[in-house]
């Protein structure tokens, strides 16, 4: 269901700018929107008990529209990022990123939902109106249902009677506070993966501000009435976004729903256990073998998962420096292993060893899988299918003409075997990986694109001829294959048939 979500999206928005792939970037960017509009907002707030539903008016009416948009842009973007975190905690749920390596990001990641909810909470309850009045006195009566001193803290700061501006001041602080450790953890949350996408691409901010602008223009976030503490409205138009708990307390009671949540955080928190059940012969991690390292640090610059590490050289070797995996961080995904300058199969001797190599795929695995598959082809016009075991199992391709080569991942493949490929006599190499921008190992396809173009090492050569080559990006489209395929075929064909004459 969620690929076919991100499919259908993709006929909407470019592939690499689809915001389903998105999903932490965009959840950054508008925390980042809520902070920036929360820190002017400030500057215009009192945060004493009689001044703090006046400041909240005093914006709302602004004859300048900037009030309203101020408080529409710091509610909207608060809201956006609410939902944003839900669905990249369910795509990375549903993708397994819970297992292996990633159990740091996957840990870190869930304290952050609880910090977005006190933020947005307290931020609600700033403008003392009679929703936040019902929030608070929720609030009390659902940490007072916790055993442990909350009963305390309950009275002495969310009771009605307690209300002063000392509560304000610490309302104000807890907001502020909050979103600074959100931002700090989001920055804890991405430490063990390189290149951290915090930004979505440039037309998915433009896209996100335009529409925040416009819903905080056309649905302005403005106060009810003021809290009447000696007054119980009949009815509340609620944020939904950060008051849902409110409701679901009051329909199941507080004690469920404290067990639902440390339930639901308890067993999310217990994934990562799962790994040491699911953890398959794929996923040994990458070896090195120094006897074959320069030190170059290609692989350290490649590795998405921040799992190499270049340090100084332990043998004999002139070379300064030597690569070195730490096991606990490496997803298995070859990356490294299309990066170093000793994966290459014109070397002559016959039990190749690479720099960095995949125990279960070795480089000799691939130069000697690649060989017997296109010795034992038959048919015409012979094509090499080098497919991403993680796109889609493109074994079905496999015929008298098509030898299918599955790799870990796209960017697992040094670009100097495409030139073996047709050195050996294959009329045409086809490279297959998820979608565009979709890389289950985050950074693959856009190595293969950079070392395919030659901005980046190792290179594909000059001399290969681009037009026997096509580097694809079709998830489970195996249709994108076919014709690809078709196509490599209908040139060969061409080019045989021109060759006499020529
Ligand atoms: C404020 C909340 C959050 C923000 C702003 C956020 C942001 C991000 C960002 C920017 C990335 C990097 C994406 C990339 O470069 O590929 C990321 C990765 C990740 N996030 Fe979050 N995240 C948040 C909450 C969560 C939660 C609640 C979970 C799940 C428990 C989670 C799980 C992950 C995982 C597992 C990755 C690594 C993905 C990979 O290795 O491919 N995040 N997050
Ligand atoms: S296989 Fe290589 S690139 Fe991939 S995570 Fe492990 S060390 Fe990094
Ligand atoms: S890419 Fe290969 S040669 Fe370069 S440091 Fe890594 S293992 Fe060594």
């Not at 950054?28 to 909240?56: K, N, P, R």
């Not at 944003?84 to 390596?101: C, D, K, N, S």
């Not at 990001?105 to 929703?131: F, K, M, V, Y």
């Not at 430490?191 to 056309?218: D, E, H, N, T």
Request: proline share 6%.
């Amino acid at each position: 269901m969620f690929s076919q979500v991100a499919d259908f999206l993709d006929n909407i928005f470019p592939p690499h700018a689809n915001p389903w792939r998105h999903l932490g970037g965009l959840a950054f960017l508008c925390l980042l929107l809520s902070c920036l509009s929360g820190i002017i907002a400030y500057t215009m707030y009192d945060t004493s008990v009689q001044g703090a539903y006046e400041s909240g008016l005093r914006l709302q009416n602004d004859p300048m529209r900037l009030g309203p948009l101020l408080r529409g842009l710091h509610r909207y973007a608060a809201d956006a990022a609410v939902l944003l975190v839900l669905l990249h905690l369910i795509r990375e749920t549903v993708q397994f990123h819970f297992l292996g390596a990633r159990w740091f990001s996957w840990l870190t990641g869930l304290g952050l939902p609880g910090l977005l909810l006190i933020s947005g909470l307290t931020g609600l309850w700033l403008l003392w109106d009679e929703r936040a009045l019902y929030s608070v006195t929720a609030t009390a009566q659902w940490l007072q249902a916790l055993p442990l001193g909350s009963e305390l803290l309950a009275r002495n700061f969310l009771s009605t009677q307690a209300l002063n501006d000392r509560f304000f001041s610490l309302i104000m602080f807890i907001h502020i506070g909050v979103p600074l450790l959100l931002l700090g953890g989001t920055w804890v949350h991405v430490q063990r993966i390189s290149m951290a996408r915090f930004y979505p691409p440039r037309s998915l901010i433009w896209g996100s501000l335009g529409m925040l602008v416009a819903l905080a223009l056309a649905f302005p976030a403005e106060s009810l009435n003021p809290a009447d503490t000696s007054f119980n409205a009949a009815q509340l138009s609620l944020d939904w976004f950060f008051m849902f708990i409110h409701p679901l307390a009051q329909a199941l009671s507080d004690q469920t729903v404290w067990l639902m949540v440390s339930g639901v955080g308890l067993a999310l928190a217990m994934l990562p256990l799962l790994t040491k059940f699911m953890r398959t012969a794929v996923s040994q991690p990458a070896q090195v073998h120094l006897a074959h390292c320069n030190g170059c640090g290609r692989c350290a610059a490649d590795c998405p998962f921040t799992a190499v590490m270049m340090t100084q050289r332990s043998d004999a070797s002139p070379h300064k420096f030597q690569a070195w995996v730490n096991p606990n961080l490496c997803t298995a995904c070859g990356i490294c292993v299309g990066a170093c300058p000793s994966s290459t199969p014109f070397r002559r001797i016959e039990d190749i060893v690479s720099g960095i190599d995949m125990p279960d795929l070795t480089v000799a695995m691939l130069r000697n899988q690649l060989k017997h598959e296109l010795a034992a082809l038959t048919g015409l016009h012979q094509i090499v299918l080098f497919s991403c075991r993680q796109a889609a199992n493109l074994s079905c391709f496999a015929d008298h003409s098509t030898a299918v080569i599955p790799l870990h991942c796209a960017a697992m493949l040094p670009p100097s075997f495409i030139d073996y490929a047709l050195r050996l006599g294959a009329a045409g190499v086809i490279l297959a990986g998820c979608k565009e921008g979709a890389c289950e190992f985050r950074l693959g396809d856009q190595w293969v694109r950079q070392r395919m173009a030659g901005l980046r090492e190792p290179q594909l050569r000059a001399r290969v001829p681009r037009e026997r080559l096509r580097v694809l990006w079709p998830g489970r489209d195996h249709l994108v294959i076919q014709k690809a395929a078709a196509d490599l075929r209908r040139s060969a064909n061409l080019t045989a048939l021109q060759t006499p004459h020529d």
